[in-house]
């Protein structure tokens, strides 16, 4: 079977990660989670001050950018990537509440996009990878073989992400986690560069009606007609 580029874009908390996981785990392909990059970074110009000096002037931030090394590293243990920047493990950092306020306003930046855009692209040259973000079928691989779209109502996001956190005992309220979830949806759709949208070769599922093994059923069912044809 040859390998392709499997791009999923979709709405925070729509289960894009889940879905992707899963499907790089069954056809052994790499798993690349664009959001841990934007986060990244985003814990990257907290650190710096970014926010509150000069550093805001985007041309100053850039030149620590450029520099940084970004790696992914697969945790059999936990079926999960770990996320290193220059060889520091930030998996869990850039899970914290004010990475996920701050980091959509990062994304929004055309300079940070195009230096991420780029190592994405790079990341797929030898395709059998799976790839989730806001832009990916759009803007990093619109050649991509297969792409998804994921939705789901707010509300089940909003608890699926509430959930989460509070497994990892983070202090959080289920209105707070929503108003943030709203306020990147708008974000994400509304930004001039690379919005988040889909086009007419997406796949849209709706994860608030179709659950995963219903999800890799379809998909795998769609892999193995585009095998055939
Ligand atoms: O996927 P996750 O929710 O971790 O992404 C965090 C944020 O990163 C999104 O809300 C969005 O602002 C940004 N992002 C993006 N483009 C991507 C992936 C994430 O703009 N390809």
């Known amino acids: 079977m040859n390998k392709i580029i499997i791009a999923i874009d979709g709405y925070s908390s729509s289960g894009k990660s889940t879905l992707a996981k899963a499907i790089s785990k069954k056809l052994k392909y790499k798993y690349i989670d664009t959001g841990s990059m934007y986060r990244g970074i985003t814990l990257l110009a907290i650190q710096k001050k970014m926010f509150n000096s000069d550093l805001w002037n985007v041309s100053n931030f850039i030149p620590f950018l450029k520099k940084i090394n970004f790696k992914f590293k697969w945790n059999k243990k936990f079926n999960k990537t770990n996320i290193f920047i220059n060889k520091e493990n930030i998996q869990s950092k850039i899970r914290s509440i004010e990475v996920t306020k701050k980091v959509s306003l990062i994304a929004r930046i055309p300079e940070i996009r195009e230096i991420l855009t780029t190592m994405q692209k790079n990341m797929g040259k030898k395709k059998g990878i799976v790839m989730d973000g806001r832009d990916i079928g759009l803007s990093v691989f619109p050649k991509s073989e297969l792409k998804i779209f994921m939705k789901?109502?707010?509300?089940?996001?909003?608890?699926?992400?509430?959930?989460?956190?509070?497994?990892?005992?983070?202090?959080?309220?289920?209105?707070?986690?929503?108003?943030?979830?709203?306020?990147?949806?708008?974000?994400?759709?509304?930004?001039?560069?690379?919005?988040?949208?889909?086009?007419?070769?997406?796949?849209?599922?709706?994860?608030?009606?179709?659950?995963?093994?219903?999800?890799?059923?379809?998909?795998f069912q769609l892999i193995n007609n585009k095998n055939k044809s």
């Not at 943030?180 to 997406?202: A, V």
């Open 152 to 219: 789901g109502s707010i509300d089940i996001r909003s608890y699926r992400r509430y959930k989460e956190l509070k497994k990892k005992g983070i202090k959080i309220t289920y209105d707070e986690v929503k108003k943030n979830i709203i306020y990147r949806d708008i974000m994400d759709t509304s930004r001039h560069i690379s919005p988040l949208k889909k086009s007419s070769d997406y796949i849209e599922i709706d994860s608030t009606f179709i659950n995963i093994e219903e999800q890799l059923n379809l998909i």
